[in-house]
Each structure stands twice: as C-alpha cells, then as structure tokens.
C-alpha cells in the first residue's frame, strides 16, 4: 500500500515534469508564440503583421511576462478548471478536442495490446515446447523479422495485400470491426514478436525447474503442467515486457493512425505539428504520457499480485 | 536433458556472481567467429557500409536527377528497382539513403553513449545529492515514449538533420545513463578501485583508467541494438514528414512518397521497406550475439 501512494506521487511528479518539459520547449520556438497566433489569426495576411498587432497579442496572452510566471498561471488554470490552452487552428479547448479523439486511440491501442499478449503468449509457449525443432527456428525468424520491420511499413504492405490486391477491407475507415483488423495487426506485430521472444526464454527457464520435471514424472500431460504449474511463475518477465510494449504501441499508433486516418490522438498529434499548433501538440504529448504511465501502474500493481514474493517497501 | 540442467546450473552459478566470465580481446573475437549468425551479420553489415560510402560511385544514376518522362517505372534493366514519381532512379535513392540513415544513427548513438556515460558515471561515482538528481531525471525520460517526445521536439524545432539528431539524442541518453550508473555502482566497491582511491589518484583519473573500461561492455551491446531502433525512429519520422528536410534522400520519406501510388506501383514502397528492415536486423543480430558474448548474465528474451 505504501509502495502504491509512493508509485502515483512519482506517476503525478512526471506527469508535472513533462508538463514543465513541454511548456518550455513550446515556448522556446523561434520567433515567438505571438508571432505565431497572429499567423494562425490572420491566415494569407502574414505578411501585413504590424508590430502594433504583435504587443496586442502579447499583452492579451501574458506574453511578456518571464516564462516560470506563464508557467505557473498555466498549471493553475489546468489544476483549478482543467485548462491546458486553445487550439489555434480549431479555436476550441485542447482538453475538449482529446475528449473526442481518445475513444479511438484507446480502441486501437487496447485492441493491438490484446492481440499482443494473446498471439505473444501463446506462440511463445509453442515455441518453447518446439525448442530447437524446425517449427521453433522458423517462428524464431519471424521474430527476428517482426521485431526489425517498421510498423509503417507492414501496414503499407497490409494494404497492398488485403485492400488494394484481394479487396477484402477497405483502406481506411471508423467505426466498425472490420476497419479494426488492419491497423491493429500492424500496430500489434512488433509487440507480438517482442512479447514472443520473452515468454519463449521465460518458459524455457521456467521448464527446466525440478517441479516441473516432477509433474512431468507424474504423468501429468502437458498441457496441465503448462497452465497449472509453469504459465504462472513465467509470466513474470512477460508482464513487464507487456507493461514496455505500452510505450511502442503508443508511439507506433501515431503513424498508424495516420496512414489508416484513424481518428486518434496520434493522428491529431501530426497534424497539429504540421500546423504548428503548438497547445494542442502539448495536449496530444500529455495524453499520451498520461496513457503510458497509467498502463504501467496497473502492471506495477499486476506485478505484486503475481509474485507475493516482492514486496516494495 | 542433461545439457539444458548444466547450462541452467551455469546460469545459477554467474547469478551469484560465483562464475564469472571474463571476455576481452581475443577471446572475445574468437567466440565472435564461432557463431555463424554473428559472421553473417558482420559481413552483411561490412558490405552494407561498403555501398553506401561508395553509393556515389557505384549507383548507377544521380539519385536527385529528375526525369519526368520516365516517372513510376516498374523495375526493369534500365531501373532495376524502378523510378519514383519524379522519374529518380530508386535504387540509387535507396543506396544514398543508406548514407543517410547510417551516419545520422551513428551521430545519435554516439552522442547519446557519450552523454549516458558521463551522466550516469558522475551519479554513480559521486552518489548522494548528484545521484538522486541525476537520476529522477533519468526516471522521468524513461518513464514515457520516447518517440512522442521526439515527435514533439521536432514540432517545434521543425525539420532538418542537425534537430533530428538533437531530438533524437536528447530521448535516448537515459537509457545508456541508467545502465551506466548501475555499473559504476558495483565496480567503485571493487578492490582495484579502492586502492587507486588509497593510493591518492584523482576521480577523473580512476573513472576514466578503472570504471569506465570495465562497466562500457553493456553500454556497447546497447549501442549497438540502438542503431537499428534509431535508424527505425529516423524512417518513422521522415515517414510523417517530420524528419528530415525533402531533398534529402532518405528511406522514410521515399516510402512516405511511394505509398501515393501503392495501388499502380507497389515497388515503390516494398523495396525502401525492404532496406530498412535488412539493417535493423543486421544490428539486432550484432547487438544480441555480443550481448551473449559479453553480458551472459542478461534478463530478457534472445533471437539468433
């Protein structure tokens, strides 16, 4: 329990800190966040920006003033209402637009992390009951690969495949299963292949063990020595491994989104890179952030239930 | 049966730190040669290196020579990967962009070793305040994707090779900072360290003649499957046209440009797929062959 309070105070002091980090970083462009308003304000006039205009807008945001007081009157609006800036180019609350984009990030995400730890799993235990017969090298290779592909890159091939050569889903979409298949294989292919390669070598370890060649002595068939005996002490490193994978398929499901035109938080990320739309690239990064770590809470958590044997202090 | 029981009491027996395996120098080459994956890996990486430092003598045309009238080629004698959709040879494009991925990986990766090692010797070595400051910062660049924060830094800094490798840098010291200090933390309490303390030898002396030899090994394997992740971050992001500016060659940005036409030219976007995938598994072989080589105590999952 203590262990928990001290593992969310530093889940809140690193969500604080990347405020901070981003704040700076957004605020350290060249030619100034006035600047950059009024080209978001008066689009194809740019170049009639007056000076007169530009201290109009620094004085309306508090752009003057030193950047830590910014900073601190920006934590204050989002702890006390939940503010974290405007959108430039949508002219509407940053907190409001993620509302709408998160549902979807979180499908997908969910979706591929599912079919990562299942697939991962499963052909990890294969692999490991194969070990160093035919089928084992093989599906050791395909890691290899899978863990060396960029994820872009399987979804463009994806798509030649399945859309564009045998028609069977279309390219992209929102809303149904099926617009669900293509962007999650691609997203979950790197994470089934890293989630794979742990569990093979966990349950390697872990067959090796004398209760296990106990069980075996006693008859007990195979498939019951694996689910009742071996899967559970396994799975130590593999939930680690998963709770790491978070970060991947987080950063992964930004492009993916993108090529799919998903409507996430990633791909509301790159175009507010594109446009320079700087609150709203801050938010999409917090979001992200805040995703990840709560993931990895919950494995921490995961983490004690499994193996009483740790106990943080 | 009875194999797998020795190696896994081998195994007990370096966890204790009973059975300790010391590689270096010939030997280290000798068991490099033993492994067949290693062999084909470092010959594959050799030739791979090869072309790209003679890409501009070898390819067979200007990778930036436009021409129109032979836009979208499939793959023929002439163009034996095809054209892209300025009429630019792809093969010679992809071999200049190996040229590209490869020395910008390289630039991070040193960058970043170097920057972990100081950083994570300074906390390690000198402990106390240093260290817990030191190391909450680690804690909190480790704590979240590093890809996004990428993302985010090239957002504001905008395109361009100098931003990318500072982007790129500045979420990847962590890692070699964290490794690094854990391993100053076991060395300094060995006794050849003591006695160059008692023998009055100056910190910078000891960290650079005493730590720094024997802690690099892991920092190295490290540096070496990070090649491959960072040539893998460089595609992603030129990819979403946050990279790399668009005159320079660059496998990302061609299969960012060759998917427009996935549906009458799918080479454009097997092929530069192809060249990313082929050099990150060459390090990933490299990185995980040494890691056995050097680090046999390892946690964590194995490939060839």
């Known amino acids: 329990m203590k262990y928990l309070i001290k593992r969310a105070g530093f889940m809140a002091f690193t969500v604080f800190a990347v405020c901070a980090l981003t704040f700076f970083l957004m605020n350290v462009i060249p030619g100034g966040t006035a600047e950059l308003i009024l080209k978001h304000t008066l689009i194809g006039l740019e170049e009639s920006a007056t000076e007169e205009q530009l201290s109009q807008i620094s004085s309306r945001y508090n752009l003057d003033d030193p950047l830590y007081l910014q900073f601190y009157w920006w934590v204050k609006e989002a702890v006390l209402r939940g503010d974290i800036g405007t959108s430039y180019i949508y002219n509407k609350p940053v907190l409001y637009l993620l509302t709408l984009r998160l549902p979807a990030t979180v499908q997908l995400a969910g979706a591929s992390m599912a079919i990562a730890t299942l697939a991962g799993v499963s052909l990890g235990i294969y692999s490991a009951l194969q070990e160093n017969r035919i089928s084992d090298h093989i599906l050791r290779i395909v890691t290899l690969f899978g863990v060396s592909m960029p994820g872009f890159w399987i979804a463009l091939i994806l798509i030649i495949i399945f859309s564009l050569k045998l028609k069977l889903v279309q390219v992209s979409g929102y809303g149904n299963l099926e617009n669900l298949i293509l962007p999650a294989a691609a997203l979950s292919l790197h994470s089934v292949a890293a989630v794979m390669r742990v569990t093979r070598t966990s349950m390697l370890e872990t067959l090796g063990q004398e209760y296990i060649r106990f069980a075996k002595a006693k008859g007990l068939p195979v498939w019951k020595i694996i689910s009742r005996h071996a899967l559970k002490n396994a799975m130590l490193p593999v939930v680690t491994v998963i709770g790491f994978q978070m970060g991947n398929l987080l950063g992964g499901a930004v492009v993916i989104e993108k090529i799919f035109a998903w409507p996430g938080i990633g791909s509301l990320l790159v175009d507010s890179i594109s446009a320079r739309d700087l609150p709203m690239v801050q938010g999409c990064v917090l979001a992200i952030v805040t995703m990840f770590l709560l993931v990895n809470f919950i494995v921490d958590i995961l983490y004690t239930h499994l193996d009483p044997r740790i106990r943080y202090g | ?304």
């Not at chain 2, 730190?17 to 590689?23: K, M, N």
């Not at chain 2, 097997?270 to 680090?295: E, N």
Request: glycine share 10%; charged share 15%; net charge neutral.
């Open chain 2, 1 to 304: 049966m009875v194999d797998t029981m020795d190696n896994a009491f081998a195994k007990k027996l370096k966890k204790e730190d009973v059975l300790i395996t010391e590689v270096y120098g010939s030997e280290f080459s000798k068991r490099l040669f033993q492994r067949k994956d290693m062999l084909f890996a470092l010959v594959a990486l050799l030739l791979f290196t090869g072309l790209a430092l003679f890409a501009p003598f070898i390819s067979p045309y200007d990778p930036n020579a436009n021409e129109l009238r032979n836009k979208n080629l499939s793959p023929s004698e002439d163009h034996l990967l095809g054209t892209d959709y300025l009429g630019r040879d792809l093969l010679s494009r992809i071999l200049i962009g190996a040229r590209t991925s490869l020395s910008i990986a390289f630039g991070v990766v040193l960058i970043s070793l170097i920057t972990g090692t100081a950083l994570g010797c300074a906390a390690g070595y000198y402990g106390g305040i240093v260290d817990e400051g030191i190391s909450r910062v680690i804690d909190v660049f480790l704590s979240f994707p590093g890809v996004i924060f990428a993302l985010a830094i090239m957002g504001v800094l905008g395109r361009g090779v100098f931003n990318l490798m500072l982007a790129l840098s500045i979420v990847q010291w962590a890692k070699y900072a964290r490794v690094m200090r854990g391993q100053v933390l076991s060395i300094k309490k060995q006794e050849f360290v003591l006695s160059a303390v008692t023998s009055g030898a100056d910190d910078f002396y000891i960290i650079r003649r005493h730590i720094v030899p024997n802690a690099i090994a892991p920092l190295i394997v490290l540096a070496t499957i990070d090649i491959g992740h960072v040539i893998l971050s460089i595609a992603t992001l030129s990819f979403l046209g946050i990279g790399l500016p668009a005159d320079v060659p660059e496998w990302g940005a061609m299969l960012s440009a060759g998917k427009e036409f996935m549906r009458t030219a799918p080479y454009q976007t097997i092929f530069p797929g192809l060249a990313i995938t082929f050099v990150v598994v060459i390090f990933s072989i490299l990185g995980d062959g040494m890691r056995d080589i050097l680090d046999p105590n390892h946690e964590g999952g194995e490939i060839y």
